[in-house]
């Protein structure tokens, strides 16, 4: 089945200078999809326009067949049942890691507690559970943030560069992980990067984005045979960023 | 398209908070009454060479005062500087109105100052030392040494700002200390001196306690004759819309100046100031300065006012101090409530919506801060009035009207840009993806402010409805035009017994304002130390 179906989708800030353009992706239930492009290439607006955090200015977005966003309709970013982890971690400072990781789960207490240290288990974190964001490492506050968006089991999850700011070996870690929990769960899941290790280690599908148009689209294997000359781009581009 | 209520609110809001303002301006296209003809030919001369008079006095000494503490406890160490450094925000909590009360009471021919003169040297009673205080030079001497904190405040965190590069490249460009002070240090800080100079201005043009207590006529004497002397509420909007002309023409004169000028020093690596260590007499100098103005404008009428207490052996704590005590607290904290919880809604719309308009028009939200008080209870009178005539009038004669209602909705104008600010720095410390991951978790509207804003903004929020509270306890004008019959304050209070000169009894509710007035400079200490410091010695 496909959970997400995007459209020809458009988006300009400044009429006339299109952050994207004309994008067109599919996504099956369960898979997992890295978008990568260099900082600035609309990546992040795709991401959030699937949220529902931006609205798009053309084209549509499908989940599970039905529309959740076009010209006429906007489904609000709480009724879509997506999740989402990103690079700050945005963890509720006020709420303790279990409270944080219960936020968005529905049901009794004791039903929302029982989701909520499952999910501290797999992400090796219950010890933590009454401790508040500032008391764990950065690495751990990744796992409680990417917990807390699979607690209320969405349909998509979204992550936008969950690994930036972390150590190569904790990312090492972390990607593998992840990418276990997230096949186990079957939780189907788009990672905005602009790492290609991320991408190649953690996807199944991969989406190549330059100045808002997908310039190449396959499998993480597929990806790795990129032509010599925008690999070189890219590259060039990622390092001055 | 359908509004929710986080558009309709600052909407609303924006109608009643602009009506006030309105009402009184209109007035100017109205009929112009024999008083008026009266005013212009007589007296309105009168007004605005003295309110000028006034303002460029009170400016200037301000700057030299403000300014010079702020420049000597930035880059000096000396004996004192680091109590000095808070204690020249002291004056601060007192209002002009009563450090006009005790100056009168220490510096008036029979005053204690003089008669301590008189004593120690054994002189006459015709003898007077110290000159006449009940004019505008005197006046000049109580706003400045009440207000100079407004202009050593932004000052001192301009010059905290400023990087040791910027005056040390001037060093080496052949400039002396002095020089690099008026030639670079003033300059560079120019934006932020006119707009510490502006809230000292504001202050100034809309006091109606001191100047009526010095007898001196400005605009806004002249208001409460009007309406209250000559019975014509027409003619005092007309005069009241004058000075609101004038307040507005200095808002829009200090943003135009301020348009083009790019002051930061955002292109130029930091390096925090190296203080010099002062001796000897250039110790004692700056020891002087910085000590004068907390001595003039704080220790001075604390003082006074605890003498005139003691000699009054404390019988002020009676029933009525007890009552105007209370009153006056639960209608700050009533003001201060509404005021902090309207900042926040306003502020949460402005974030949830991302809408541009909301922005625009929640800044015509701060304009009450500028409109001086009395202005400002004229309007909101007038509206009430309107809406008991219209609406009410036949269940019964005036509720809104002479009710408490009015009180706190003046106030809750007067104050709001205080309660804003405050809410505004607190959301900013709020990564607004925090917002995008609640959305995501289904929360939205009224749970996100309740679950996630409100538990991160609770400080803000206390910090906001303190400093509203300081500020309506303050407040003269307005609370004399709106209070309900019977109904004091202990601004109020302290008005009623100094226009009938008695001090002894004005000492209580003067002291219980200071102290109030005090809990917002442990705030602003506070946050000024958390701020960047300069370096070692």
């Known amino acids: 089945m496909t959970a997400l179906e995007i459209k020809d989708l458009s988006h300009f800030y400044v009429k006339g200078k299109n952050v994207l353009s004309n994008v067109s992706l599919e996504l099956e239930e369960g898979e997992i999809l890295s978008i990568l492009g260099p900082s600035g290439c609309g990546k992040t607006t795709l991401l959030r326009i699937i949220a529902g955090l931006e609205k798009e200015t053309g084209g549509s977005v499908l989940m599970n067949d039905q529309i959740i966003s076009d010209h006429f309709h906007t489904v609000l970013t709480e009724n879509r049942d997506v999740g989402l982890v990103v690079q700050e971690r945005a963890l509720f400072p006020h709420l303790t890691i279990i409270n944080n990781v219960m936020f968005g789960v529905i049901g009794s207490k004791s039903e929302r507690h029982a989701t909520a240290m499952r999910l501290l288990k797999l992400f090796k974190v219950e010890r933590y559970a009454y401790n508040y964001p500032n008391e764990i490492s950065s690495g751990e506050q990744q796992r409680v943030a990417i917990a807390r968006a699979m607690a209320p089991n969405p349909k998509i999850l979204l992550m936008d560069e969950p690994f930036g700011t972390l150590d190569q070996s904790l990312t090492n870690q972390l990607r593998v992980e992840t990418r276990k929990i997230l096949k186990d769960n079957k939780t189907t899941s788009i990672i905005v990067s602009h790492d290609f290790d991320d991408a190649l280690s953690m996807s199944d599908k991969v989406i190549v984005i330059e100045d808002g148009i997908i310039i190449q689209s396959g499998s993480a294997k597929d990806i790795t045979h990129i032509s010599r000359e925008k690999s070189v781009k890219f590259s060039s581009i990622k390092a001055n960023t | ?537």
């Not at chain 2, 460029?56 to 000095?84: D, H």
């Open chain 2, 1 to 537: 398209m359908r509004l929710s209520f986080w558009e309709i609110t600052p909407v609303a809001l924006f109608i009643v908070f602009i009506a006030p303002v309105a009402i009184v301006l209109v007035s100017l296209t109205g009929d112009y009454s024999d008083n008026w003809t009266h005013l212009y030919q007589y007296v309105l001369t009168r007004y605005i060479a003295n309110t000028v008079y006034l303002v460029t006095g009170v400016s200037i000494l301000v700057t030299i005062v403000g300014v010079g503490t702020a420049w000597l406890i930035t880059n000096y160490n000396f004996t004192g500087k680091n109590i000095f450094e808070w204690a020249l925000i002291l004056p601060l909590a007192v209002p002009p109105y009563i450090l006009a009360y005790t100056f009168t009471g220490l510096f008036d021919t029979y005053g204690n100052a003089n008669n301590l003169i008189r004593d120690l040297f054994d002189l006459g009673r015709e003898f007077t030392f110290f000159p006449k205080v009940r004019n505008v030079p005197g006046a000049i001497i109580v706003f400045s040494f009440t207000l100079y904190p407004y202009v050593y405040l932004v000052s001192r965190m301009a010059f905290i700002n400023q990087s040791r590069t910027m005056l040390e490249a001037g060093r080496t460009l052949g400039l002396n200390k002095f020089q690099t002070f008026y030639k670079l240090g003033i300059p560079m800080i120019r934006p932020a001196i006119i707009g510490g100079l502006m809230l000292v201005i504001m202050e100034t043009i809309s006091d109606f306690g001191a100047v009526d207590h010095f007898a001196i006529s400005t605009f806004t004497t002249g208001v409460f004759r009007t309406w209250y002397g000559m019975y014509d509420i027409e003619t005092a909007k007309q005069l009241a819309s004058l000075l609101l002309i004038f307040a507005v023409t200095l808002i829009l004169l200090e943003r135009y100046s301020r348009k083009n000028a790019s002051y930061s020093n955002a292109m130029s690596l930091y390096k925090p100031l190296y203080l010099t260590k002062l001796k000897g007499i250039p110790n004692i100098l700056a020891f002087a300065i910085c000590l004068t103005p907390i001595f003039i404008g704080f220790l001075l009428p604390i003082l006074e006012l605890s003498y005139w207490a003691l000699n009054y052996k404390l019988d002020f704590f009676n029933d009525k101090f007890i009552t105007t005590a209370w009153n006056t607290f639960y209608l700050a904290l009533m003001a201060a409530f509404f005021c902090s919880l309207l900042a926040v809604i306003i502020n949460f719309s402005i974030r949830y919506k991302s809408n541009n308009y909301l922005k625009v028009m929640s800044s015509f939200l701060t304009v009450g801060y500028a409109v001086p008080g009395l202005i400002l209870a004229i309007g909101v009178m007038q509206m009430l009035t309107y809406f008991d005539q219209s609406f009410i009038s036949e269940i019964s004669n005036f509720v809104l009207t002479g009710s408490v209602i009015g009180l706190v909705l003046a106030y809750v104008i007067k104050s709001y840009a205080l309660a804003s600010s405050t809410i505004e720095s607190g959301y900013q410390r709020i990564n607004s993806r925090v917002d995008d991951v609640a959305k995501t978790l289904k929360t939205s509207g009224w749970s996100l402010l309740a679950q996630v804003h409100m538990p991160l903004l609770k400080t803000s929020f206390l910090t906001s409805m303190l400093l509203v509270v300081s500020e309506v306890i303050k407040e003269l004008p307005a609370t004399l035009i709106l209070r309900p019959f019977n109904f004091d304050t202990l601004a109020v209070y302290t008005y009623i017994y100094a226009a009938e000169e008695r001090m002894y009894d004005a000492a209580a509710p003067s002291i219980a304002i200071v102290m109030v007035g005090l809990i917002p400079i442990i705030i602003l200490t506070r946050m000024i130390r958390t701020s960047r410091p300069a370096s070692r010695d």
